[in-house]
């Protein structure tokens, strides 16, 4: 009886925890990969309204259209995207003191489900104000490093491998890359994305967290392949994905990543929204780019500010050997296609040797496209004169894909050291053809097809530019010769396919 009683007691009292108001503080702070960070919700209910304010990586944001549905809210946080809202919306279930809070991701990798605990259940004060952001002046114009007169090729653990990134991929994907042949085919650097720093120590430096036990060794092994080492950093306080970034450490970062033997650097704008007027970013750019040059190691110097700004028009004056031109790049063919084909018109006037428009790295090999569309991807990235960034496992890549990745005429057409990036000469509905000139009076022409079915694509020689007299055409995925160039040249291109042609100038 007694027993019974106690049961009915709690499952009475059970109902009475789980409807306990919000109202308060919700705190957690959590291990990712080897850096401690705090995520706290501050908020107040009135009914079904919630209202209050988030502290994450991204500072204080108050929350909008908060609201509680039994044990379920929502809310939304609206962050300023370069002069454009962008709206997160965040979805939490409340189970007695957890509150379980997806927090959003990064295109395809999904954020982890945070469990926050009431540490408070006061009504939060007013959200502090957010410190004024900084406004830099005009900076000089950072002189070329030399490096990059080609596209650089290499390869980059983000859209594989994300926070998975350790210093045993790195050595085993270094090993990879020499023994599948990618290293004999151009591609050299090795590079790590974000996730790989600690906080600082006392004097500032920045640390590697528990991943990267020791960079510099790491550095050492690289190089014992004769490859090169890449890292990532943030002008911001914090990474994209919330590490420690070089805010107002340039200068040390630099030396740091010079003094490890780092060959290149990742700069991603992230946080430093939060910091900087964006209107400041060349500026901000120009610090680093100045601070790399000052270590005195050839550190090649990779812009990411996902084309926001004009990046393209400034990129180079602040020593950036290349620069995104667009969001993050996912592995389909809506995501590659749009990128490749729709948003790097208009931009080849800007690409010149040392200097270079990036569309994002490689997805080639990753599964989410087929053997077909990633041979558009490469011969596109080849066309845009791109840094030909691998991106796949190269530990467990098939014949099939290395044959993509290495295709010797297809990187000779990225690598040509006239580096004049293609343009679109031709666009018929979902047929498009593009060209870029080459050294020695040859041309690559691709003729694409973004179509559902088979289609005829012609490049017509009046679309082309071609100066010379005749023409023998190569056809690069094939490896055939196609005989001489008359007025036009057809093909039959499969959906999503790409017939890429060289012409070279008949002697
Ligand atoms: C941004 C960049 C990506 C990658 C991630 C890492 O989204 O555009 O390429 O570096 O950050 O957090």
């Known amino acids: 009886m007694k027993f019974l009683l106690g049961l009915l007691f709690t499952s009475l009292l059970a109902p009475l925890t789980f409807c306990a108001s919000p109202t308060g503080k919700w705190s957690v702070s959590f291990n990712a990969d080897g850096t401690v960070r705090e995520t706290s919700v501050f908020l107040k209910q009135e009914g079904d309204l919630l209202t209050g304010y988030m502290l994450s990586h991204n500072g204080y944001e108050p929350i909008r259209d908060g609201k509680l549905t039994g044990d379920s809210l929502s809310f939304t946080i609206i962050r300023d995207n370069f002069g454009e809202e962008r709206k997160t919306n965040y979805t939490g ?21 945070l469990h926050l605990k009431h ?12 410190p004024k952001k900084i406004s830099l002046p005009e900076a000089a114009p950072v002189p070329s490093n030399g490096l990059a007169k080609t596209p650089p090729m290499g390869w980059n653990s983000w859209n594989k491998f994300a926070n998975k990134v350790t210093d ?18 151009g591609y050299t650097y090795v590079n790590i994305d974000d996730t790989w720093e600690a906080g600082r120590d006392a004097q500032g430096n920045i640390q590697t967290n528990s991943k ?13 392949k004769g490859l090169k080492l890449g890292i990532y950093s943030s002008p911001g306080p914090k990474t994209c994905a919330g590490f420690e970034g070089s805010f107002q450490h340039e200068e040390q970062d630099a030396k740091t990543y010079a003094g490890w033997d780092v060959d290149y650097l990742k700069y991603d704008w992230c946080s430093a929204s939060q910091v900087y007027d964006y209107h400041s970013m060349p500026a901000v750019y120009a610090k680093m ?27 180079a004056s602040v020593g950036g050997n290349s620069w995104r031109t667009t969001g993050d790049i996912s592995d389909n063919w809506k995501s590659m296609s749009h990128i490749g084909f729709d948003l790097q018109l208009d931009l080849d006037r800007y690409a010149g040797p040392g200097h270079w428009n990036d569309p994002d790295m490689l997805e080639v090999g990753n599964g989410g496209m087929t053997e077909t569309e990633y041979r558009t991807h490469m011969s596109l990235w080849s066309l845009l004169a791109a840094p030909l960034l691998a991106g796949n496992d190269l530990r467990s890549m098939t014949p099939a ?14 690598q040509d050291p006239l580096g004049k990036q293609a343009t679109r000469v031709a666009k018929d509905g979902d047929l498009e053809v593009w060209a870029r000139p080459l050294a020695n009076g040859a041309e690559a022409v691709g003729l694409f097809n973004r179509g559902a079915s088979t289609a005829k694509v012609s490049a017509k020689k009046s679309d082309l530019r071609l100066t010379g007299g005749g023409y023998s055409v190569r056809d690069l995925w094939a490896h055939a010769e196609r005989g001489e160039f008359s007025d036009q040249f057809s093909a039959d291109v499969p959906s999503h396919g790409v017939v890429l042609i060289k012409l070279e100038p008949s002697k």
């Open 93 to 113: 279930r409340i189970e007695n003191d957890t509150m379980l809070l997806q927090m959003p991701g990064w295109e395809d990798h999904p954020g982890p489900l």
């Open 119 to 130: 540490v408070s259940t006061e009504t939060p004060a007013a959200m502090p104000e957010a």
């Open 168 to 185: 045993k991929l790195i050595r085993e994907t270094a090993d990879a890359m020499v023994s599948s042949g990618l290293k004999d085919a």
């Open 212 to 224: 990267f036990p020791d960079m510099k060794a790491l550095a050492d092994y690289i190089h014992s």
């Open 289 to 315: 780019g100045a601070a790399l040059l000052a270590s005195g190691r050839p550190i090649l110097y990779s812009l990411c500010q996902y084309g926001v700004f004009h990046g393209a028009q400034w990129g």
């Open 401 to 414: 894909i290395f044959a993509i990745l290495a295709n010797k005429d297809v990187i000779a057409i990225d």
